[in-house]
């Protein structure tokens, strides 16, 4: 079992950064692709992006690619996601992932998911 807690969400301007973080509890968590999905208002959940357990492959959603950044720290089982350039777009309810079996942007695929932590972003 993995239990996965997030957090660093908050209300930001248009332009502004964030950086989520994503604890984990459980001696396996270096062994698990870990992503990052989020949920806005009325819509489906979706693909952020993703890393393999050992930090060496990532993966980014076009509409955050070159913005947001994923990044791990086995050490402390904690996933990180730097958010920078924030757009209107981006305020949703994101969530933490871990554990993927298939195509890693389908939620579906993913195991284990925190409660998620809210981001807005302002105009």
């Known amino acids: 079992q993995v239990q996965l807690v997030e957090s660093g969400g908050g209300l930001v301007q248009a332009g502004g950064s964030l950086k989520l973080s994503c604890a984990a509890s459980?001696?396996?968590?270096?062994?698990?692709?870990m992503g990052w999905f989020r949920q806005a208002p009325g819509k489906e959940r979706e693909f952020v992006a993703a890393?393999?357990?050992?930090?060496?492959?990532?993966n980014y959603a076009d509409s955050v690619k070159g913005r947001f950044t994923i990044s791990r720290d086995n050490a402390k089982n904690t996933v990180y996601l730097q958010m920078n350039s924030l757009k209107p777009e981006d305020t949703a309810v994101y969530y933490c992932?871990?554990?993927?079996?298939?195509?890693?942007?389908?939620?579906?695929?993913?195991?284990?998911w925190g409660q998620g932590t809210q981001v807005t972003v302002s105009s």
């Open positions: 890393i393999t357990w050992a930090g060496g492959i990532t």
């Open positions: 992932a871990s554990r993927y079996s298939g195509t890693w942007t389908l939620p579906q695929s993913w195991t284990y």
């Open positions: 459980g001696r396996t968590f270096s062994n698990y692709g």
